[in-house]
């Protein structure tokens, strides 16, 4: 075999061992360290959550480093230590496996945020855009129902700053129609992805239902393993209770086959010899 080819070979097994730690480490981070069902609708529920804090810690990073460069210090605060808390609920949720409160922790952490840039206006009055990811995280995170709870929450905290700011001469660096418009495109959305979460757990909960009677299907199908003893003589078998049973009983009660009982040439000869002398005779 030529020297390349080898060294060829010798790549690929490298790079397919290097591929594999580094998809066994994205998933171990990604589950948290939890096994079991990794397609289950809690473990995608868990995997979707580190996700999303991974993608939004790196995001206020980023947006952080920009406010800081721009010496929008305020900005800088108000983006890099929510990306720290991001980080530590990480951690929190690894070591506890407490899944509920870190979900809980991060969409209080992303509401303090919303309402940053909501006030603030972000970058060139473009914070208040990324208000359409909050109901990604709600709904994906918290689920259909308590992803609604959410949603009424910062829905109402806009509208009392939409009417301060009306009202009460607080500066926020939208107009009221900016708002208004925009109030009624983000409950278009979340309404949408309500619904497309409904149709996920709802298919989730069929895949499971079919895996369930699956399992009890497999559970009910009874097979023949393992050595039968069975008597030299008379051709019974003995059951694990020590009963001697009929070869037709013991098959029947330990498999699916079912009997219909006749009789061959040969017993039938010793068993009625009459009919076939009858027959023999006829014959010659």
């Given amino acids: 075999m030529p020297a390349t080819r080898i060294t060829k070979q010798a790549d690929e097994q490298l790079l397919s061992k290097s591929t594999s730690k580094i998809n066994k480490l994205v998933d171990n981070i990604l589950s948290c360290g939890m096994t079991g069902d990794q ?24 947006f952080s480093l920009v406010n800081l460069s721009s010496k929008q210090y305020l900005g800088f605060v108000f983006e890099f230590f929510p990306g720290m808390f991001g980080i530590f609920t990480i951690i929190q949720m690894r070591i506890t496996g407490n899944i509920k409160r870190a979900q809980t922790q991060i969409l209080f952490n992303l509401t303090l945020v919303m309402t940053y840039l909501f006030v603030s206006g972000g970058i060139a009055r473009t914070g208040i855009f990324w208000w359409f990811t909050f109901p990604v995280a709600a709904f994906f995170i918290k689920g259909r129902k308590r992803g609604w709870l959410w949603i009424v929450i910062i829905v109402i905290e806009s509208i009392v700053m939409m009417f301060a700011g009306k009202f009460f001469q607080i500066n926020v660096p939208y107009s009221f129609v900016e708002l208004r418009q925009f109030l009624a495109a983000f409950l278009v959305v979340s309404f949408v992805l309500r619904h497309y979460e409904v149709l996920r757990d709802d298919y989730e909960k069929t895949i499971e239902l079919n895996m369930q009677i699956l399992e009890e299907a497999n559970a ?24 001697w049973q009929l070869v037709d ?12 009982h006749g009789l061959c040439e040969e017993c039938s000869r010793k068993l009625y010899p009459e009919y076939y002398k009858d027959n023999d005779s006829k014959d010659s």
Avoid: W
């Fill in 39 to 62: 397609q289950s609708p809690f473990m995608r529920r868990v995997r979707f959550t580190n996700i999303f804090v991974i993608t939004t810690v790196l995001a206020l990073f980023v």
């Fill in 249 to 260: 009983v013991y098959v029947s009660e330990h498999s699916e086959a079912q009997f219909s």
């Fill in 220 to 243: 009910n199908i009874k097979t023949l393993k393992g050595l039968v003893p069975i008597c030299s003589s008379c051709k019974k078998i003995r059951d694990d209770k020590g009963y």
